[in-house]
């Protein structure tokens, strides 16, 4: 079956930064676009970052733009998420998750993905 496994949360510093990473199996990796997301206690999941299946193109929310950068190796399966410059409001659950390419035609960030992980919590300190 599909598993999507994240890891690379802890607890930093404001200033600081961390690289998340999102393993998939069960899945041809390069079919499908992949997404970052988070959600803090008490507000909504909101998207974070999106990339297409070659990698080639990127979404970002915009309070992550110039901070973090989301990249992908097809050949490890394993999509990253580099974030510099964290800030306390960056501190979340962030979830990875899959969507197949014929569903992200028209957008990175579709409103449905098909395959999600459990989460790695990111903690930034002020």
């Known amino acids: 079956q599909v598993q999507v496994v994240e890891s690379g949360g802890g607890l930093v510093q404001a200033g600081g930064t961390l690289r998340l990473s999102c393993t998939a199996s069960g899945l041809r990796f390069d079919d499908y676009g992949m997404g970052w997301f988070r959600q803090a206690p008490g507000k909504e999941r909101e998207e974070v970052s999106c990339?297409?299946?070659?990698?080639?193109?990127?979404y970002y929310t915009d309070s992550v733009k110039g901070r973090f950068t989301i990249s992908r190796d097809n050949a490890k399966n394993t999509l990253y998420l580099q974030m510099n410059s964290l800030k306390p409001e960056d501190t979340a659950m962030y979830y990875c998750?899959?969507?197949?390419?014929?569903?992200?035609?028209?957008?990175?960030?579709?409103?449905?993905?098909?395959?999600w992980g459990q989460g790695t919590q990111v903690t930034v300190s002020s």
């Open positions: 990339i297409d299946w070659r990698g080639t193109d990127t």
């Open positions: 998750a899959a969507v197949h390419w014929v569903r992200a035609t028209t957008t990175l960030c579709p409103s449905t993905f098909d395959y």
